[in-house]
């Protein structure tokens, strides 16, 4: 990978605290009221499932960055698996509309309720700025961008592991509920509801997959990334299913259920002392964490398609002494900027689902097709039947998108398709009228 213009400045505890930084995103601390809505008291259940189900598809992510580590992620895995440039500009763009339009709600939801603790300003123009400051931190360089990653991976994961040790203070005053994590809603059945609850955290688990467009800036990629990658979605999801134990155990689900902030109530109910605008600048710096990570992903993917020709080559140009993709950075922040004003939070959340599971359909069926295209070097090999339980999971959360979803996503898609035809016929009119000109 020396032939690069990237700078490979991301060691292997860099990339586990980059992807950790990105699953410990600001779902869990938005969803888990969510989850509790349509599970009852047994969040911790969906919350195991949704780790699995990340785990098969994380592990084809882990064989094939190792065999094609290259900045592109799912857009390079569909070329070399299809051989197709549409196939590989879909899987690319339909990633690439998931970060843009995930960067939009995060920066809405930094805007909302939780910077209203602090500041009463607009939130779309908040977004905004909040989204400027993002850029310029990423045009900055990949080294800085991963130290503010750790400095607010750090605040994350002290702001869950306190949650369970307030838990843990509420069960030693004798208070507390155990038997609600063994709790399932009443509405329905509770494979049902297990379901329905997975898919919304199955949200809390993506960003995973942001990690393989940073491929060629990490050092010994084949070496460190699978252990990297698998190492962080499993401690992520530990976290996840404590915080579920543990919030379940302290607040009634009809409770957890109605609150925009559930992780507060526990706070509340612990009455430990601890101020709420603490857990608000948590919350906050999680935001924030998951938004930098996202338009990373989003920049880097866009300078991979962009070098392959599947972009506008301008968007493929690099900062000289940075050596960062300032092009794609400048392109991505703007076009995150202008989707702020055009959905809630909950809407563009859906819509970054449903995109991200056309492409891990794409992936899954991508490690299975290349099997046989040998690599340079030795590379991570993923088990036949994981892939295969990955599509069938991938299936199954596709069923439980609603109809609006399924619209949204698939104009955003309508629209890629536009830009790859008018790429193709402006390139064959530049053709014809430079065969026309040596004539």
Sequence with gaps: MSNTPLRQAVSGKMLFVFILGDVLGAGIYALVGEIAGEIGGAIWLPMLVALLMALLTAASYAELVTKYPRAGGAAVFAQQAYKKPIVSFLVGFSMLAAGVTSA???ALAFSGDYLGVFL????VPAAVVFLLLVG?????????SLRANLAMTIVEVSGLVLIVALAGLVLSRGDGTPSRVLEFTDETTPTLAVLGAALLAFYSFVGFETSANIAEEVEDVRRVYPRALLGA???AGVVYVLVGLAVSTVVPAD???QSTGPLLEVVAAADAGIPPWVFSLVALLAVANG???TMIMASRLTFGMARDGLLPGALAKVLPGRRTPWAAIVATTVVAMVLCSTGSVAALAETVVLLLLFVFVSTNIAVLVLRGDR???DHFRTPTVLPILALITCAVLLTQQSAATWLRAGLLLAVGVALYVAGNVLTGKTTTDQRSAVR
């Design 233 to 235: 979605v499993t401690v």
């Design 255 to 257: 409770t957890l259920a």
């Design 104 to 106: 939009a709600g995060l």
């Design 136 to 144: 310029l931190l990423n045009a900055r360089g990949i080294t800085e």
């Design 120 to 123: 009463d300003v607009p939130a």
């Design 375 to 377: 690599a340079d070097s």
């Design 291 to 293: 938004a930098l990570l």
